[in-house]
């Protein structure tokens, strides 16, 4: 009993509660909240069977350390680096959606929103119900359409893999070109502004496993480029005449031109509306069924 008596005087004595500042405990919310929000995204990723991995390992060498396993130690400490490179070479697709995923984030636009509010905002009126008439004329005659809307995130890179057009948004061009057997109708239309720029674009594909497999390949370039880019894709399925929307990733289907006409605005950014629009969000995608092309 002495000595334990002995051994908790001279051990607690020593001890004293760290002084604990505002600073430290903004910090300590700062890192919960990073690490909340890396393992979310995780749990989506191919990083969290990685993780369940890792702990195994990190079990692993803390056996390894506690009875002095000096030869699995030291490969350890030797393989360590090597490890991490290739982890960051093998996640690098989730790793560059994450990062554009926080750079599109409404408060880094706050913070470095360059492109004004006007009053005719990203585009005008006018283009938006030239994009619906067109986009229900051709949905009645089940015409095929892949048309893309550039926000903030530049599409120069898929414009180059299409033909140049230059040409003002009006529902009888965009129906045009769309139409079947003619140069223009394969492929995605850009439209920046107020003017078409590009047709005959090639998209990246969406590798999104919860897309419907009755979904065709103009539906998930659609997909694919919203997860990507900031941009809003409308697409008009060859099949079933149903007019889509994908946004962020996400698939609205089977809208009306009223519901197409209130997506557009929502992305409009109209000076006088910049309030409103800030607080409405793009519904999130319905996962309808049906073939679609």
Known sequence: MQQIGFFLENNLTSLHMPTVRALDVIEMLIIAFLIYHILVWAKTTRLWSLLKGVVVIIVFIVIAAAFNMTTILWIV????????????????PELRKALEGIGRRNFFHGLFNFSEATEEGRFSDK???????????????????????????????????????????TSQLLINIFEHNTPLHDGAVIIRGDRITSATCYLPLSDNMELGKELGTRHRAGVGVSEVTDSLTIIVSEETGKISVAYMGELERAL??????????????????GKKDKKKKIMPGKKGKGKAK
């Open 77 to 92: 400490q030797n393989v360590f680096g090597i490890a991490v490179t290739a982890m960051v070479v093998i996640l690098q």
């Open 127 to 169: 283009t938006i119900n030239e994009i619906v008439r067109a986009c229900v004329e051709m949905a009645k005659v089940r015409t095929g359409a892949l048309i893309v809307i550039e926000q903030l995130s530049s599409l120069s890179e898929y414009e180059r893999t299409g033909i140049d057009v230059d040409g003002i948004v």
């Open 256 to 273: 009306d031109s009223d519901a197409l006409k209130e997506r557009l605005r929502q992305i409009q950014n109209k000076a006088a509306d």
